[in-house]
């Protein structure tokens, strides 16, 4: 459980550092069971998340240690975790039935939890193991995959980041060449392939919508660098305009965070790269519309922080969420703030109003919390954001301490679960 509270703030102005991506890093740690050696991440992000995952990891028999701002992970020997308490937790721990199944011949995991967004299945992680060679069954709730791992041509129906993730690990040491059609593009599958490429992995054409893979025996070790949170710098860039601010979002890709940023400038945001990073200033003028999509479309994950902006911007904006079906919770959440949202079905439609008032909220998830957050920044008054899930931590490394150091007033005045800081 953690709690904020959020005042009215000044224009932010400074430089926050934006930290290692969440998405990026999650699968990165998946693919360390792939081999024998040690995998090295460099600047792990502190998110209960990755604490999470690593925990379902150490369960795999993976063994970690973090020194010197580097996560170390050694598989000597993997097997799949007993209990599935801990994968249910968390949708990414279905990262691991890939390079359980192609390492071992089998992977037992549980159907995964996470966000309450919408009812994810992971029907496309199954249906691509199965073309590779993999029997499935199910057994008191988890799920049972065993075979060995053969190249094949696999179509998703939807570009799921997590089923091409999934797939690409265990195609990694599945005999022949599997090719993934309609695969998903976002800048984590381009950063995970060329992590797996630096283990000795043979993949081509990561980040476009085929992705091809060449099977080898065995991967090795490695050290990886991965890619900045881009919808860490896409959240601060909101909270810049959305207070009048000037932010330098130190270390943030500009190349990841297009579509953002063409919104934001439609809506008179000024953006520009730096050497130092991305600069975000200004105020938004003019109401947008916005349909969340695949990578390069508009991330989903940026849909709460980019509403709350609207809502403090002049004219009726329009929201279509076109990737998860119940993502609009914070929209009744900011109604308590003042927030002029119609929601219909996947629509959402936002008046701009003059005036937002501090009001006690509930962050129902990870992207909602952080828009409140966001909203308080812009609202009269106190904003009390509850966060009784622990939303937040999972993927904001102690946001409050970076929005107070641009000048936010904002308190963490109840901690998350023990060990959201340490790994
Ligand atoms: C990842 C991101 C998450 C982001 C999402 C969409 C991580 C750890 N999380 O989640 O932050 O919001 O991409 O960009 O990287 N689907 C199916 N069957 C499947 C798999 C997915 O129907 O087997 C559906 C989902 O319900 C959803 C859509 O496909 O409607 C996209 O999901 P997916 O791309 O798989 O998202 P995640 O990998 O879970």
Do not use: W
């Amino acid at each position: 459980m953690a709690r904020f509270t959020v005042r009215e703030s000044p224009p932010l102005r400074g430089t926050v550092r934006i930290g290692t991506s969440k998405n990026a890093v999650l699968p990165i740690m998946a693919a360390a069971l792939l081999t024998q050696e040690e995998v090295r991440i460099k600047s792990p992000p502190r998110l209960s998340d990755v604490r999470t995952l690593l925990q379902v990891l150490q369960e795999c028999g993976c063994e970690s240690d973090l020194e010197e701002g580097e996560l170390r992970l050694r598989a000597g020997h993997v097997r799949s975790p007993e209990s599935c308490e801990r994968m249910r937790r968390m949708r990414a721990s279905v990262l691991v039935m890939g390079p359980l199944l192609a390492r071992e011949g089998q992977a037992r995991v549980s159907m995964p939890g996470g966000c309450a967004i919408g009812q994810r299945p992971i029907d496309q992680h199954l249906k691509g193991m199965e073309a590779l060679g993999a029997r499935i069954s199910m057994d008191h709730g988890g799920v049972v995959l065993q075979g060995r791992l053969r190249g094949a041509a696999i179509y998703l129906d939807m570009p799921s980041v997590g089923a091409t993730e999934n797939l690409m690990m265990a195609a990694c040491l599945a005999e022949g060449t599997t090719r993934i059609e309609n695969a998903a593009k976002e800048p984590e599958i381009v950063d995970l392939a060329a992590c797996l490429s630096s283990m000795g992995a043979r993949i081509a054409g990561a980040g476009t919508s085929t992705v091809t893979i060449e099977g080898v025996k065995r991967l090795h070790g490695a050290q990886y660098t991965p890619i900045t949170d881009r919808i860490e710098a896409g959240t601060m860039a909101c909270a810049a305009a959305l207070t009048g601010g000037d932010l330098l979002l130190a270390g943030a890709r500009s190349d990841h965070l297009r579509s953002l940023l063409f919104k934001l400038t439609e809506a008179g945001v000024h953006a520009a790269d730096t050497p130092q990073g991305l600069r975000v200033s200004g105020r938004a003028g003019r109401a947008m519309e916005v349909r969340t999509m695949a990578y390069p479309g508009f991330p989903t994950d940026l849909q709460a922080p980019l509403m709350v902006l609207c809502c403090r911007t002049p004219g009726t904006s329009v929201f279509l969420e076109t990737i998860f079906e119940n993502r609009y919770m914070h929209a009744a959440e900011l109604a308590r703030m003042g927030a002029r949202i119609r929601v219909e079905d996947r629509v959402a439609i936002v008046e701009g109003v003059r005036e937002l008032t501090g009001a006690a909220v509930r962050a129902t998830d990870l992207r909602a919390g952080a828009a409140l957050l966001l909203a308080g920044l812009c609202a009269r008054g106190e904003t009390l954001v509850e966060d009784d899930g622990g939303h937040i931590d999972r993927g904001y490394e102690r946001i409050e301490e970076k929005l107070r150091a641009v000048g936010a007033d904002i308190n963490r005045v109840c901690e998350s679960a023990p060990g959201y800081s340490e790994f």
